[in-house]
């Protein structure tokens, strides 16, 4: 039933697995502009209206001093409310994967007969197993590093690049991440070194694009033992190695002298030379 609902009737609780809202502020606008365009879903819960997808909306339409949204009313269970707003917060990639979990792992207590195993969660949500699977493995890996290190290691569908450099990772390397903590090598260190060790990883990776993170990941997993910036001073070699393998030496030599000059890698010179081309030649 679709109506228009006080706003200071409705309330947001842990069925909802959004919860932080976010920057509003360009919805405030469009708002002010265009009105609500899509409802809120609510449920009847002792007199009141217990909001289960539109926290972003519902914040706006606070924030701008509305009353009334408009708010479709659906009577539902806990079950039927959290599967629905992680699903559609999913589906608008608006939820962190850290509140997704968290979604996850209380879906499974409220029901351990319908969603304990992965395949069960998958099921409920519309995802495929992997990505359950790649999602529990990653937060459970940073939530360990973060406890035992004291590390700020987080998680972001898409950290902006400030946040990366304050070591929040995007949920790729957060895998990788978890990938890394599960080798027998890095098994093999004490909790406290292994925290340690997984903490000084993601650090390095946070900036780093996702194929250079993953191969930085690969060469820490066959020696966690040695210093992260031995690994990676030997990635970066091993990578223009093979770069030099397919290009003409002589291309090769200019390539190297120029990312020396730069203080950068060759594959980031090379990556710069071919746009430059491309662009002189039209084809940007």
Do not use: C
């Not at 009353?67 to 659906?74: G, H, L, Y």
């Not at 269970?77 to 707003?85: M, N, T």
């Not at 997704?100 to 995802?127: F, H, R, T």
Request: proline content about 5%; aromatic content about 4%.
């Amino acid at each position: 039933m679709l109506q228009q609902v006080e706003t200071s009737a409705i309330f947001v609780s842990g069925v909802n697995v959004r919860r932080n809202p976010g920057d509003v502020a360009d919805l405030m606008q469009s708002i002010s502009e265009n009105g609500i365009l899509e409802p809120l879903l609510v449920r009847p819960v002792d007199g009141r209206y217990e909001l289960v997808v539109g926290s972003r909306r519902f914040e706006a339409a606070k924030r701008l001093g509305q009353t009334k949204v408009p708010a479709v009313i659906k009577s539902m269970g806990d079950e039927e409310a959290l599967i629905v707003s992680l699903v559609e917060n999913i589906q608008r990639r608006d939820v962190e994967p850290e509140e997704e979990y968290d979604a996850l792992m209380k879906l499974k207590k409220l029901n351990p007969a319908l969603y304990s195993s992965v395949d069960q969660m998958a099921k409920a949500i519309g995802k495929s197993r992997a990505y359950v699977e790649d999602r529990i493995a990653a937060i459970e890996a940073v939530r360990t590093i973060r406890k035992v290190s004291k590390s700020p290691i987080s998680v972001k569908h898409a950290p902006t690049q400030e946040e990366r450099k304050e070591g929040v990772l995007p949920i790729k390397h957060a895998t990788y991440l978890a990938k890394a903590e599960d080798a027998p090598a890095v098994q093999r260190l004490t909790e406290g070194s292994r925290a340690k060790k997984l903490s000084a990883l993601a650090e390095t990776i946070a900036e780093l694009p996702r194929q250079e993170a993953e191969r930085v990941v690969e060469h820490f997993v066959m020696a966690p033992q040695k210093p992260m910036e031995q690994i990676k001073r030997e990635t970066e070699t091993l990578r223009a190695v093979r770069l030099e393998v397919v290009l003409d030496p002589r291309v090769a030599d200019r390539l190297r002298k120029a990312a020396e000059e730069k203080r950068t890698t060759m594959e980031a010179m090379a990556s710069l030379a071919i746009h430059s081309w491309l662009r002189q030649n039209g084809y940007n």
